[in-house]
């Protein structure tokens, strides 16, 4: 897939420049954030990225905010803090270790993270304001594996009494949602109860900002879309 630094650089101006078209639209998957607090939240966790990676830090650290939250502050500081943090990681060997998430955390790990968290913020600011464009078919696949290292684990599984297939339809690619031993799991594999969208949109729906009824379901997967929207919100 194209390089994930690009992908970054792209969605932060795309996300800066939703923002800043419509500086009070509000974020429809965050009840009463506005597209300020889209760029606090999206800016703060680039800020940690940055200082994480040129640190070469292997302990967890909090993320950083604006010293204030006037919009001609807080504009002109995501964007440099984009830029500043795809620079790092774009020279910095991806096989560094460093503090992260998942099971080998390096610098590579976090130009994923970082190219998914630009892109869905992104989706989310050109969606306050009009059609937003889908993210990348690659991107996307490589989110979904994602949430299942990160995420799947924090769904919570009463009431699941099925496997769930996601298909994406641009890419080909199969994974199914199961509850192995108590805790919900995502995997390669398919399963007869399913949907199908592209892997934009399933991505998309995993983090609760694509409804249901925008993909093609196979089968009852109402449990599985109540527990997936009883994951916690990101804080703001």
């Known amino acids: 897939m194209a390089d994930l630094v690009a992908h970054i650089r792209a969605d932060a101006t795309a996300l800066a420049g939703a923002a800043a078209s419509a500086q009070d639209a509000k974020i429809v998957r965050y009840d009463g954030w506005t597209q300020l607090d889209l760029l606090v939240h999206t800016g703060s966790v680039h800020r940690r990225t940055l200082e994480v990676v040129r ?64 892109t869905v913020h992104r989706w989310d600011a050109q969606r306050a304001v009009g059609m937003p464009d889908p993210i990348n078919p690659l991107l996307a696949a490589r989110g979904i594996e994602e949430f299942g290292m990160l995420w799947a684990s924090s769904i919570p599984p009463g009431g699941i009494d099925r496997d769930l297939g996601l298909r994406a339809s641009d890419t080909g690619r199969t994974w199914v949602l199961a509850v192995v031993d108590g805790t919900v799991r995502l995997g390669p594999g398919d399963a007869d109860v399913a949907i199908t969208g592209t892997a934009s949109d399933l991505y998309l729906w995993l983090f609760g900002r694509v409804p249901t009824a925008s993909l093609a379901v196979a089968g009852q997967v109402a449990a599985w879309d109540r527990a997936i929207r009883a994951v916690p919100d990101a804080s703001r």
């Open 55 to 118: 640190s070469r830090s292997r302990e967890r650290m909090g993320r950083v905010f604006p010293p204030d939250e006037r919009w001609d502050t807080v504009l002109p500081w995501f964007r440099e803090g984009a830029a500043l943090m795809a620079d790092v990681l774009e020279h910095t060997d991806p096989r560094t270790p460093v503090w992260g998430f998942g099971p080998e955390p390096c610098v590579g790990s976090w130009r994923i993270r970082m190219a998914l968290e630009t």
